[in-house]
């Protein structure tokens, strides 16, 4: 629960300040458990520093409104809403002297520095794993190596972020690190440095955890969507499962499914693949990610100017 937006609503409503803090009194009192005096004070904090800052202006202090929401527009959905969104973003930052940048819709970016590309991705957590912290930091971390690999990049480190809100439990910290450690030191890539922080500090309660893990790599080949070339054969890969089947899984009733998701099928291929010879005649490597095979050959067929031709009959059973 956000009590900043919680107060802001009611005050936007018209509602009076007495009643405001009286009805926030009540839903901090059914998650904090606390005594009622601390309740009341905080309630009454949160309202006055939130009509602290009614009224401000200018650009430290205001934003221009879309007036379309995250849910309503689809980000983070896998659909037309993260294609406009991604590429909003790419316009705002514009064109930088990246090898592969932001620009090119790519599973991660590169730059030249020292002779070699030296290559950096970020997965989120997937959402709806918060309250299985070593699940969440196993399959972010196994998709951020992911992200790495397709671009033709050796893992040689990992860092990390975790967000935890204000009545969670500090064992989910533990729990998610475990996670990525688990497929760092199977991958011998180690976790080197992170951040440790509470979501919204004191403002949101309940015990939500989100965060990310990422991952910076060396390449001396790169196979960004852009090379892409007229006559390439698109291969696929059966496959394995990560933090969205995992999720699925799990709230579907059959988490006898996730066991099956922990696995390292995909890295272990790709560590193979990019010490064999064949590799240098690979042009182009995706995660299939980004709305499936008909997402994700949007973004590359447009990245590399040319067309894909995927047909259905002709596909192996």
Known sequence: MDVEEYVRMHLAA??????????????????KRTKPAYVQAFSRAVVEEVKNTRGLSGDFFSFDPALVKMGEFGVGSRGKGDFFAHREIARIIGKTRASVGV??????????????????????????????????????????????????????MLFSDIHVADDGDVAKIFDYTAGITTV????????????????????????????????????HHLTARKSTQPGDVLLMTEGAGGGTIATSAIYSGFPEVVEETINLNFLVTCEALIKDPVFSQIHAMTDVTNGGLRGDIFEMAETAR???????????P
Do not use: Q, W
Not at 134 to 148: E, K, S
Not at 187 to 195: F, H, I, K, R, Y
Not at 306 to 313: G, K, L, T
């Open 184 to 219: 760092g030191e199977a991958m011998n890539v180690p976790l080197v440095t992170g951040s440790t922080l509470r979501i919204g500090g004191d403002m949101v309660l309940g015990n939500r955890m989100t965060g990310c893990v990422g991952a910076v790599g060396v390449a």
């Open 14 to 31: 018209g509602d009076d300040e007495e009643s405001i803090i009286k009805s926030l009194a009540e839903r901090v009192g059914e998650i």
């Open 306 to 316: 040319c067309r894909m031709v995927v047909r259905e009959e002709d596909t192996l």
């Open 103 to 156: 620009d090119e819709m790519d599973d991660a970016g590169a730059v030249r520095a020292c002779g070699e590309y030296i290559v950096c991705t970020v997965d989120g957590m997937h959402s709806r794993l918060s309250d299985y912290p070593y699940l969440a930091g196993f399959h972010v971390t196994r998709a951020t190596l992911r992200d790495l690999y397709v671009m033709g990049a050796k893992p040689v």
